[in-house]
């Protein structure tokens, strides 16, 4: 089944706790994209990439590390969280950008006290 | 700035009837539009797209209007069902370089259909 999945769904942590979320898409597609979604302000990209090795910043990248070491897995590090980094992430993955159909994950609700 | 503006955070529908969700933008430069419907605790999910040679995509009970002098697409669903009861998303890209561009959303607007 084509799928993006993303691990873990749900994490309660600390401030300054450094934490990673995965993401893995079966698709074979070259692009993928970390947002965030918080109320009132719909999904604001953080991070994307466009192939393997090719990263750049999205709209919000500040407190956030990417990596694209395979074209599978796109993890979203987060190296000391705050709690204004406190949302509803989701990957995506599309064919290539723009114009494909971007396919999302289930998302990561992510709590930082 | 806000690229993608959605300036309905809520719609309310009666079952069967129409429901239009509205979608404004300010770059000129965007020439694809998509719209994305979003159920709680699912990542969300590709509707419709319209290219900007296009002034209206059709698929099944979903039709996307797109206005471009105006900035305006608009997304009809007819009729409307209560399980089309979800968060609507709109977004936008643009080509440059040769490439495709990133997606720009907007806020969303939720739409609830009565039974």
């Known amino acids: 089944e084509a799928q993006v999945t993303q691990n873990p769904r749900y994490l309660i942590t600390v401030t300054g706790k450094k934490l990673t979320v995965t993401c893995s898409q079966n698709m074979n597609h070259e692009y993928m994209s970390w947002y965030r979604q918080d109320p009132g302000l719909g999904l604001r990209q953080i991070y994307y990439s466009m192939n393997v090795e090719v990263t750049d910043k999205g709209d919000v990248p500040e407190g956030y590390k990417v990596s694209r070491k395979e074209k599978r897995n796109f993890p979203l590090i987060l190296e000391s969280p705050s709690p204004n980094q406190t949302s509803l992430y989701f990957c995506a993955s599309s064919l290539k950008a723009g114009t494909d159909t971007q396919y999302f994950g289930p998302g990561t609700r992510l709590t930082v006290l | 700035d806000q690229q993608v503006k959605q300036n309905s955070p809520s719609l309310s529908v009666q079952e069967g009837r129409i429901s239009i969700l509205n979608c404004d933008y300010t770059?000129?430069?965007?020439?694809?539009f998509l719209w994305y419907k979003k159920y709680p605790a699912e990542g969300p999910t590709f509707l419709i797209s319209i290219s900007s040679i296009k002034d209206k995509n059709e698929d099944g009970r979903f039709t996307v209007f797109l206005n471009k002098s105006a900035k305006h697409l608009s997304l009809h669903i007819v009729p409307s069902q209560p399980g089309d009861s979800a968060v609507y998303f709109c977004a936008a890209s643009w080509i440059y370089g040769g490439s495709q561009g990133n997606l720009i959303f907007g806020k969303g607007t939720k739409l609830s259909v009565k039974p």
């Open positions: 770059n000129s430069m965007f020439d694809y």
